[in-house]
Each structure stands twice: as structure tokens, then as C-alpha cells.
């Protein structure tokens, strides 16, 4: 019940374009959603995050819908460009103030 | 901007011998955690520590893994007598509460 499901694995783009990246999780008590960008060799980043209480939060070109009666919530992002070639993974915070990590997805923005 | 910090970036030993994985975490910062990322796959929580006591483990936190805060910066994660299988990258995450929490750039441990 601590799971976090992502998609997809890989997802291609082109410059311009819209990414989009889905993940769903079974447990109610988790009250954070938060998204973390990784490069390479490099630790997880955070990126955006969102309640439970709130349907959609937007920074720049990055935007989270929450949907919490479908347990779902996806990340897009807008005009992608070549830099935010990355791997992004969701994650869920549980009451104990742990983070359970979606399965990551590898994104490539072509030019 | 403060920064989690680690160390050392890159560990290889042999199979049976102890590692300990040096983290520091943001100075105000009160909760700590390790996770750990084997290659190509998702971080999975290893450990929380809070108050100079563990707070929730998961169940790969078995009793070859401990952690301590051996004085007020440093965080240590110390792997008693390593596998196989504990190769992986190890990230030590801080946070001032129950907020956002910021990870370092990972100690890549290898185990022969």
C-alpha cells in the first residue's frame, strides 16, 4: 500500500512540446506529493509539489493536477526543452515523514 | 543556498568489510534520512532519524546498516559487513520539519 505507480518508463519529446508523466498511489494518508528531477550522477532535486487539498499548482512551466478521488496525480510540463532531459520521479509522503518514490521517467527533449 | 553535503562521492570495498557514508546535512535542519538507488531503479527509503533516535526504518534497514549523528553536523550511515547487494548509490536527505526535503549528491558505494 506504500506503493507509488509511474508512467511512463521513457517518454520522447520534442522541443516545444508537452511532457506529461502519470502516478497513482494507493494510500490515503499520504498528505504530500512532491516531484524530484535527477540528472546524472547527481542526487534527486525537487521540482514542484502539492497537498492533497489543492487540484493543480503551476510554476513556470511546470504544472501538477491532482486528482484525489482517482488517488492520481501527474506532472506536465510545458514548452519542454532539451535541459529538461532528466529523469522525474514522484513520490508520496507517508505520515512518518517518508517518502515513497514512483519508478522514475526517463525524458529526452529533442531539438 | 545551503546544501546537503556527502561523503566520500565514490566507495568501493570488499564483500564483509565495513563502510561508513558521511553525510552534512542543512544546518537547521532537524530531520535526516537515507535513501538509497540501485542502479536504474527508484530510491527507496532506508531510514529517518530525528532527535538523535531513529524514527521509522524500512524493513531493507536490517541490523547490518546503523546510523548515527556523532556530533552536531555530521550523519553517518555505517554498513557493518557489506553484500553483494548493497551496491548502490546512497543519498542522505535533510528537512526542517515536516517540509520539503533536500537531498545530497549520493555516496555511488561498490561492493567486490
Known amino acids: 500500500q506504500q506503493q507509488v505507480k509511474q508512467s511512463p518508463q521513457s517518454l520522447i519529446v520534442q522541443k516545444g512540446g508537452i511532457s506529461i508523466i502519470n502516478c497513482a498511489y494507493e494510500?490515503?494518508?499520504?498528505?504530500?506529493f512532491p516531484w524530484y528531477q535527477q540528472f546524472p550522477g547527481k542526487g534527486p532535486a525537487l521540482l514542484i509539489a502539492i497537498r492533497p487539498d489543492v487540484s493543480e499548482k503551476k510554476e513556470g512551466r511546470f504544472t501538477i493536477s491532482f486528482n484525489k478521488s482517482a488517488k492520481q496525480f501527474s506532472l506536465h510540463i510545458m514548452d519542454s526543452q532539451p535541459g529538461d532531459s532528466a529523469t522525474y520521479f514522484c513520490?508520496?509522503?507517508?505520515?512518518?515523514?517518508?517518502?515513497?518514490f514512483g519508478t522514475g521517467t526517463r525524458l529526452t527533449v529533442i531539438p | 543556498e545551503p546544501e546537503v553535503t556527502q561523503t566520500p562521492s565514490h566507495q568501493v570495498t570488499q564483500m564483509g568489510q565495513e563502510v561508513i557514508l558521511r553525510c552534512v546535512p542543512i544546518?537547521?535542519?532537524?530531520?535526516f534520512y537515507w535513501y538509497r538507488q540501485i542502479l536504474g531503479q527508484k530510491v527507496e527509503f532506508l531510514v529517518s532519524?530525528?532527535?538523535?533516535?531513529?524514527?521509522?526504518k524500512s524493513e531493507i534497514f536490517d541490523d547490518q546498516f546503523s546510523v548515527e549523528r556523532p556530533d552536531g553536523s555530521n550523519f553517518t550511515l555505517k554498513i557493518r559487513s557489506t553484500k553483494l547487494e548493497d551496491s548502490a548509490m546512497y543519498f542522505c536527505?535533510?528537512?526542517?520539519?515536516?517540509?520539503?526535503?533536500?537531498f545530497g549528491p549520493g555516496t555511488r558505494l561498490l561492493v567486490l
Open positions: 544546518s537547521n535542519h532537524l530531520y
Open positions: 536527505a535533510s528537512s526542517e520539519g515536516r517540509q520539503t526535503q533536500y
Open positions: 532519524f530525528y532527535n538523535n533516535e531513529i524514527s521509522e
Open positions: 494510500n490515503t494518508a499520504f498528505d504530500y
Open positions: 513520490a508520496a509522503r507517508s505520515v512518518a515523514n517518508n517518502l515513497f
